[in-house]
């Protein structure tokens, strides 16, 4: 079978965000994409026999032949558009993402029918505090939030991104324009290698577990965040992951999970 009959999707839109990320449209090619939740993630796909860009290393492990390779990415658009945006970094030696980099507008990729995952916040009562702490694409979920309805929302909402360079700071221009326009969004970006800069970099250079236990976010909030009035959503590298919930279960955060609610959201990017 031609594993090429299965793409069913039509690249639309391709952004190099920096050497390392790239922001990529794809349209349902004779189909819809059903409703979903802003936070939930799909597969992408492509054959094992399509091109790697050409800044990747030989696959870590060669993929299996006759089928495709399949890879979850969380969505980055709307609940409401009819192009399904994803925010994706390069794994140099990984399988799919060397051969997501090469495809152009007009590429056909393969994407799953449904998107699924409970990393949302649209069960949550509207006047609940909302802290959103990224790491590179973990971005990703956070921006379908925002572009959804995460902003008539009563309760305030944080986002707090930390990425290696400021080129890496995916959807910054975005976010600042939010942050001017609603009083109850607050935006902080973080980058830890200024040294790599190209022009100095005034902002914020710690790791995210820095800025916690700075309380930097209980300003930015105005008040201490407390399971009773805020939930916190983690998304990104498993250390920083590991390491804010090792900060957070001390004041009573509880994780949250399908048969048992809690306060605290995760979802970890290898």
Known sequence: MDLTDQLNCVITQCIQVSPMMKIIKVKPDGWKFPEFEAGQFVALGL??????????????EPPKQGR??????SIASSSNEDTIEFYIRLVHSGQLTPRLFELKIGDR???????????????????????????????????????????????K??????????????????????????????YHPSITRPG????????????????????????????????????????????MIADMKELVYPIGYKDHKKKSPGQLHAEEYY
Do not use: Q
């Not at 495709?68 to 990415?73: G, K, S, V």
């Open 109 to 155: 990729v393969w994407m799953g029918k449904k998107a699924v995952g409970i990393f949302t916040i649209d069960k949550l009562d509207t006047d609940r505090n909302i802290i959103l702490i990224a790491t590179g694409t973990g971005l990703a979920p956070y921006m379908s939030m925002l572009r959804s309805n995460a902003l008539k929302r009563r309760g």
């Open 68 to 73: 495709l390779i399949r890879r979850a990415y």
């Open 47 to 60: 054959p094992p026999d399509y091109p790697r860009c050409i800044e990747s290393e030989d696959d870590f």
């Open 157 to 186: 909402i944080i986002i707090v991104h930390g990425a290696r360079n400021s080129c890496d700071l995916g959807y910054s221009s975005e976010l600042k324009l939010l942050a001017s326009m609603f009083t109850n969004f607050k």
């Open 196 to 239: 790599n800069e190209p022009a100095e970099w005034g902002g914020d250079t710690r790791y995210i577990g820095e800025i916690w236990k700075s309380g930097l976010v209980d300003e930015l909030l105005g008040f201490k965040p407390k399971p009773s009035d805020t939930d916190i959503f983690l998304c990104g590298n498993p250390n």
